[in-house]
């Protein structure tokens, strides 16, 4: 690649268009989470000045249930001085700063995050364009890596600051670049593996490395006199090992503590989650995910060493819950169990830092499962987030699949909703356990472009129980959470109804589809005749009311406005919440 192409994708019509669209989710979101308060011109119209008044936004919208904001791109205007200026993104966070609370500490930052999802968008407008009947058709990784928009509410959501431009072309899933991992032998004094029941870690290996490879890595131990059974293997994101572990871990590999053994021979894609990838070679071993040092999206995406050691015993808990219980059972709900684990301590930093810093975070990995053995005759996969996925003439993954399955939309809604939201509830209602139920970290099993059941993944860093008096065994104690009262249910209406179905209610109305009254309806259906099949909870129901008449908009830019890098506590993941005023209830009406 020569030097100018690295940049081929930065045209000036590609950046004019991408900034138009991250202005329209900017305009929408920040009008959502009331940062700012668009004025109506009247017709569907509205403006939004810049702090200092001078610059003006004039833009159509629909406004929606959940206070949800629909703007049109197309129709974004933005005026100074009497004059039509063009659209530019960086401008528009620089003229707003004070209503959006951006420090100067942060803004130059959030602007740099920024850039990088404009360049990210750019370079996805050169790809193919894919329509969302296209992809609705699909095979799992086609559909994986050819989401646009990335996290639905966060405006800055492919920041990926580390990356320069050369890694991106080779890692960013939009990309769909096959990776060859890095292994290093890491010295039993300072790493361990843990596995899940019935897993054993030479033969896990093997199985994952093949019997050649393995042999391969233990003649590189040999060659330098080093004994292959001190040492245990670990998979390092390529980014990893070139950017952090050579440098800042340079005392480990002076002394030997950890020795690289080259690629492994598997070709894997970047999925979504950017630090999490699937094996293309064998889709039916394991995914692997690795620590990756860069922040994207409010966290620097480290994997932490302490936090791996319990991973496979919370995902074993958490499989056996489902197992035997009769209502998640109904519903076709599975994990994809996070099934080994390794984490490299680095002694040093760990005296130099707390649990929670990011040198402690930079060498562990984990294997989960792959969903592909699972599927049955005529059954394929797609990421949850597909559903909210537009294409560029405007349709939805979810009206094409609808259009395919030659169900009534409410019908096909409704077997959606079984499959995904009515696990959601009874683990909260006879649990107390929650989930991070987000697109991207749900499969959806598909038929005929029916939902068949869900796949919940992303377990042992996720869950929570709520519950002070659960009885936890001590390996899966870690997962229990104080939250105030009054906020437990916003597991369900932030994270379920504010975050996904907002955006999936709104696309399916636009397209019309389906009304949000009749999409809200569903939703209500749903809730009540999970309520009415389980009586036993009645008291649960009345405690915690799905269908009350309002909650509390908890907003997801205001905290990383507030602190890019690390936008929540988390030893306090609770306290950190942003909480302005209350959003109604768009099922509490039937």
Not at 229 to 256: C, G, M, S
Not at 290 to 296: D, G, K, P, Q, R
Request: proline share 5%; net charge negative.
């Amino acid at each position: 690649m020569t030097l100018s192409d690295a940049v081929a994708h930065l045209s000036p019509h590609r950046w004019a268009r991408a900034n138009r669209l991250l202005i329209r989710k900017a305009l929408a979101e920040f009008a959502h989470e009331r940062l700012i308060t668009p004025e109506a011109t009247g017709d569907g119209e509205y403006v939004v000045r810049s702090d200092d008044g001078q610059t003006r936004y004039t833009f159509r919208a629909t406004r929606r249930a959940l206070d949800h904001w629909q703007v049109d791109a197309e129709s974004i205007t933005r005026h100074r001085d009497g004059a039509e200026q063009p659209l530019a993104a960086l401008d528009f966070f620089i003229e707003l700063r004070k209503s959006l609370g951006l420090s100067d500490a942060i803004l130059p930052v959030y602007l740099e995050e920024i850039s990088s999802t404009l360049s990210g968008t750019c370079y996805k407008l050169t790809k193919p364009q894919l329509t969302a009947a296209e992809l609705a058709r699909g095979d799992f990784q086609t559909i994986e890596t050819g989401m646009t928009e990335g996290h639905p509410c966060f405006v800055a959501n492919n920041g990926r600051l580390g990356f320069g431009i050369h890694e991106y072309l080779s890692y960013a899933p939009e990309t769909a670049s096959p990776i060859r991992l890095v292994w290093l032998a890491a010295h039993r004094s300072r790493a361990a593996f843990t596995a899940g029941v019935g897993i054993e870690y030479e033969s896990f290996l093997r199985e994952e490395l093949g019997a050649e490879t393995v042999e391969r890595f233990h003649g590189v131990l040999r060659e330098q006199d080093l004994d292959p059974a001190d040492y245990l293997l670990i998979p390092v994101h390529p980014w990893q090992w070139w950017n952090k572990l050579t440098v800042t871990f340079a005392a480990e590999v002076a002394r030997k503590h950890l020795v690289c053994l080259g690629e492994g021979d598997d070709e894997y894609l970047a999925q979504q989650s950017i630090r999490t990838f699937f094996n293309t070679t064998s889709p039916q071993k394991h995914y692997v995910k690795t620590a990756l040092s860069v922040i994207n999206m409010g966290f620097m995406r480290g994997l932490s060493a302490a936090y791996m050691e319990a991973t496979p015993a919370i995902n074993d808990w958490l499989a056996q819950l489902i197992e035997g219980d009769p209502v998640l059972k109904s519903t076709g709900l599975s994990i994809i169990r996070e099934r080994a684990a390794v984490g490299y301590r680095h002694l040093e930093y760990e005296r130099a830092t707390d649990r929670y810093s990011p040198y402690r975070k930079m060498l562990a990995a984990l294997w989960r499962e792959s969903p592909v053995p699972s599927l049955q005759e005529g059954e394929s996969l797609a990421t949850m987030a597909s559903l909210v996925h537009v294409d560029h003439e405007g349709a939805s993954v979810a009206g094409a699949l609808i259009e395919q399955s030659g169900l009534a939309p409410t019908e096909w809604l409704r077997r959606y909703l079984q499959a995904y939201f009515t696990p959601l509830l009874h683990s909260f209602y006879a649990y107390d356990l929650v989930f991070m139920p987000h697109g991207e970290n749900v499969i959806l099993v598909l038929k005929d472009g029916a939902v068949q059941r869900a796949i919940y993944k992303d377990i042992a860093e996720e869950i929570a129980v709520m519950d002070p008096e659960a009885v936890l065994p001590p390996t899966v104690e870690r997962l229990r959470v104080e939250v105030p009262e009054e906020t437990k249910l916003l597991s369900i209406f932030t994270d379920v109804f504010d975050c996904f179905f907002r955006f999936l209610a709104a696309n399916l109305a636009t397209e019309g589809i389906l009304e949000e009254d009749d999409f809200w309806r569903t939703v209500a259906e749903v809730t009540r005749a999970y309520q009415e099949a389980t009586p036993e909870l009645a008291d649960k129901f009345e405690q915690y009311d799905m269908f009350a008449p309002e909650f509390a908009l908890s907003c997801l830019n205001r905290l990383q406005l507030r602190n890019n890098q690390q936008m929540v506590d988390l030893a306090d993941p609770s306290g950190a919440l942003q909480l302005v005023g209350e959003l109604k209830n768009p099922i509490a009406k039937f």
